[in-house]
């Protein structure tokens, strides 16, 4: 799963450069996501997710995946956006989505180090004028927008760290299968989904001793269980799909 892929063109944050420009509040217009099925979740979100959401770990190899919330059951369809951008109402929002139109992107000849993004296709930015939030004040120095931005980026970036790691004992442990979805839609019509692993309930009862013990002593296992339990989601999403499959009434 690629890590940027709701943002079209991310530029760097310049000081001189943006200096003038400003940015829209979205206002819940969540159009920039409607063509992704499945966005990459952070661990501390999966309680929440779990509620709504299939969680599945997406990857070529369990030794490469990204947990992710799973929002549609076809390749390049949103179930959860509608015609008008607008999320499902009472449904979570990832925080892989909150962040847009902003992200940090990773300094390639720096490894560690991160720099500042927003996607200049995004529609929301202005340069000049008095609409939206300034990225800077007059003395040039970070707005109130974009330090509430940078904290909630980089709080992010801290759990992503924990999720790499979640993932990694997951694959050391080989609890990881992959798995193919396939619904039946109300008019008949077969889809399937792949791509993406699942943890096996039988290599995980057979845990034993220590291996098991740091799972839980970690917070590991209660992550696995959430998920676990997400999978029964996926009749929430199948329904949703016939919803929005369904011939329009005539009057």
């Known amino acids: 799963m690629k890590q940027l892929l709701i943002y079209e063109r ?4 310049n000081r001189v450069a943006h200096r003038n420009h400003r940015v829209l509040p979205s206002q819940g217009d969540f159009r920039f996501a409607n063509a992704v099925n499945s966005v990459p979740l952070a661990c501390v979100e999966f309680v929440q997710v779990a509620r709504q959401y299939p969680i599945v770990f997406a990857g070529n190899s369990a030794e490469s995946v990204v947990p992710a919330a799973l929002l549609g059951l076809r390749s390049g369809q ?6 008008e951008g607008r999320w499902a109402e009472g449904a979570y929002v990832p925080a892989f989505l909150r962040r847009y139109p902003f992200v940090l992107a990773e300094r390639e000849a720096e490894g560690e180090d991160f720099t500042v993004c927003l996607d200049a296709a995004y529609d929301g930015i202005r340069e000049g004028g008095d609409e939206g939030a300034p990225l800077f004040d007059e003395e040039g120095k970070d707005s109130a927008l974009l330090t509430n931005a940078l ?3 980089q709080e992010y970036q801290l759990h992503l760290a924990r999720t790499r790691e979640f993932s990694a004992a997951l694959a050391a442990h080989g609890l990881l299968v992959s ?3 396939n619904v039946q839609s109300a008019q008949g019509e077969m889809s399937s989904l792949d791509g993406f692993f699942v943890v096996d309930e039988q290599k995980l009862r057979d845990l034993k001793g220590k291996a098991l013990q740091e799972l839980a002593k970690s917070g590991d296992l ?3 269980y959430a998920h676990l339990l ?3 989601n996926v009749e929430q999403l199948s329904r949703a799909l016939d919803k929005s499959s369904a011939p329009a009434a005539t009057h």
């Not at 991310?10 to 944050?13: G, K, N, S």
């Not at 949103?78 to 015609?83: F, G, T, Y």
């Open 230 to 232: 997400s999978l029964g």
């Open 10 to 13: 991310p530029v760097q944050l």
């Open 179 to 181: 798995k193919q979805i």
């Open 78 to 83: 949103n179930l959860m956006v509608d015609a």
């Open 222 to 224: 209660g992550w696995i």
């Open 151 to 153: 904290q909630f980026l």
